[in-house]
């Protein structure tokens, strides 16, 4: 199978104001067709930078980046007509243009004839539920229709590389559900490849095949959600909820396992986060033993979000806090 993106030794470094930044480091990844990859990391880590080189934005220093097996240096044009890219959300949009000017316009830059390309726009509003908002101007829109705008902008010469940043910043809780529907549909309809940047983790959890996760510009990890997990969080919280209140060397036990317990008025509320499920055995025999009826079980496996800040903590303590912080702070 034939990737759809191949980057290879990226680097890219910035010159500004006598100081130099080496933004992107050695990243080497590819992209299948069908598949949805996102790159996470802390602020400044290059994420965007590598957005930018891949859609050539940014003029790398070295590195080789094809799309569909075309090197974006020597193909660009047929490498820009097969990439649709959402960089920097509505500023990419004609602000005193209706949605359905936009999504003309720039279907007529990728070649998409006007017949075809009224079409499409209808299509794109209809899906994005944009109709409503037709005949005003985009500066006139909400952020997270705006945001939708520059979106069905960058998809309607449907591209088979789409690429992404911070494509949820701005929309409302059903408009995430719904952008993450659609995106899923259309890649695994078109087979598209997308690659995509957020640091809404629930979103990235939700759609992505695969996960690159970069730090001060390298990659340090380049799995899927599952083998992420697996390798670095093992994890599960187990709640559990028994009739009446464990005492005596039960309560004991349990609390030499380190099992939280709660009591209420005729039922117990127990809690652990093990990786050994021996331990739950080891309770649930002793709860039945002593005549505890399980009322309910409650099971739950580490968020992305905690693998995430696991994985950067293996690199680099300091960043890990802040990221953590940030986290606690609602701020990632
Ligand atoms: N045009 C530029 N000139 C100078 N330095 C830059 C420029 N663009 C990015 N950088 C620097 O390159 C590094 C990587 O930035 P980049 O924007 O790619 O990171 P990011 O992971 O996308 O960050 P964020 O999550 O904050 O968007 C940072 O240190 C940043 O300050």
Same mark, same amino acid.
């Given at each position: 199978?034939?990737?759809?993106?191949?980057?290879?030794?990226?680097?890219k470094?910035? +010159?500004?104001?006598?100081?130099t930044?080496? %933004?992107? =480091?050695?990243?080497?990844?590819?992209?299948?067709?069908?598949?949805?990859v996102?790159?996470?990391?802390? =602020?400044?880590?290059g994420?965007?930078?590598?957005?930018? &080189?891949?859609?050539?934005?940014n %003029?790398?220093? @070295?590195?080789?980046?094809?799309?569909?097996?075309?090197?974006?240096?020597h193909?660009?044009?047929?490498?820009?007509?097969? @990439?649709?890219?959402?960089?920097?959300?509505?500023?990419?949009?004609?602000?005193r243009?209706?949605?359905?000017?936009?999504?003309?316009?720039?279907?007529?830059?990728?070649g998409?004839?006007?017949?075809?390309?009224?079409?499409?726009?209808?299509? $794109?509003?209809?899906?994005?539920?944009?109709?409503?908002?037709?005949?005003?101007?985009?500066?006139?829109?909400?952020?997270?229709?705006?945001?939708?705008?520059?979106?069905?902008?960058?998809l309607?010469?449907?591209?088979?590389?789409?690429?992404l940043?911070?494509?949820?910043?701005?929309?409302?809780?059903?408009?995430?559900?719904?952008?993450?529907?659609w995106?899923?549909? $259309?890649?695994?309809t078109?087979?598209?490849?997308?690659l995509?940047? +957020?640091?809404?983790?629930?979103?990235?959890?939700?759609?992505c095949?695969?996960?690159?996760?970069?730090?001060?510009?390298?990659?340090? +990890?380049?799995?899927?959600?599952?083998?992420?997990?697996?390798?670095?969080?093992?994890?599960k919280?187990?709640?559990?909820?028994?009739?009446g209140?464990? &005492?005596?060397?039960?309560?004991?036990?349990?609390?030499?396992?380190?099992? +939280?317990?709660e009591? =209420?008025?005729?039922?117990?509320?127990?809690?652990?986060?093990?990786?050994?499920?021996?331990?739950? &055995?080891?309770?649930? %025999?002793?709860?039945e033993?002593?005549g505890?009826?399980?009322?309910?079980i409650n099971?739950?496996?580490?968020?992305?979000?905690?693998i995430f800040i696991?994985?950067?903590?293996?690199?680099?303590?300091?960043?890990?806090?802040?990221? &953590?912080?940030?986290? %606690?702070?609602?701020?990632?």
């Open positions: 199978m034939v990737p759809v993106l191949e980057v290879a030794g990226l680097n470094t910035y +010159s500004s104001k006598g100081e930044v080496k %933004a992107v =480091n050695n990243i080497s990844f590819s992209v299948n067709p069908g598949e949805i996102g790159v996470l990391g802390p =602020n400044g880590s994420k965007t930078t590598t957005l930018k &080189s891949i859609c050539g934005l %003029a790398m220093d @070295t590195g080789l980046i094809r799309v569909n097996g075309e090197d974006i240096e193909q660009q044009w047929a490498a820009m007509l097969s @990439t649709g890219a959402v960089l920097e959300g509505a500023r990419n949009v004609y602000w243009l209706t949605p359905q000017e936009n999504i003309v316009y720039f279907a007529g830059l990728k998409v004839p006007r017949n075809e390309a009224c079409l499409r726009a209808q299509e $794109l509003i209809d899906r994005l539920s944009l109709n409503k908002y037709c005949d005003q101007q985009v500066r006139m829109l909400s952020k997270g229709n705006q945001q939708k705008v520059a979106i069905a902008c960058a309607v010469h449907r591209p088979s590389l789409i690429l940043d911070e494509p949820t910043l701005g929309l409302d809780v059903d408009m995430v559900r719904d952008m993450k529907d995106l899923r549909q $259309l890649v695994d078109r087979l598209s490849a997308m995509v940047t +957020s640091h809404d983790m629930d979103f990235i959890e939700a759609i095949d695969r996960v690159i996760i970069l730090y001060q510009g390298e990659v340090i +990890s380049q799995n899927s959600v599952e083998e992420l997990r697996r390798q670095f969080s093992p994890q919280t187990f709640d559990l909820q028994v009739q209140h464990p &005492s005596g060397s039960v309560k004991a036990d349990l609390e030499t396992s380190q099992w +939280s317990i009591e =209420n008025a005729t039922s117990s509320r127990l809690t652990l986060r093990t990786g050994d499920l021996d331990t739950l &055995s080891l309770a649930l %025999a002793s709860l033993q002593s505890h009826r399980l009322i309910d099971v739950t496996s580490d968020a992305l979000e905690d696991h994985t950067i903590k293996r690199t680099s303590s300091p960043a890990a806090e802040s990221i &953590s912080q940030a986290s %606690a702070g609602g701020e990632q």
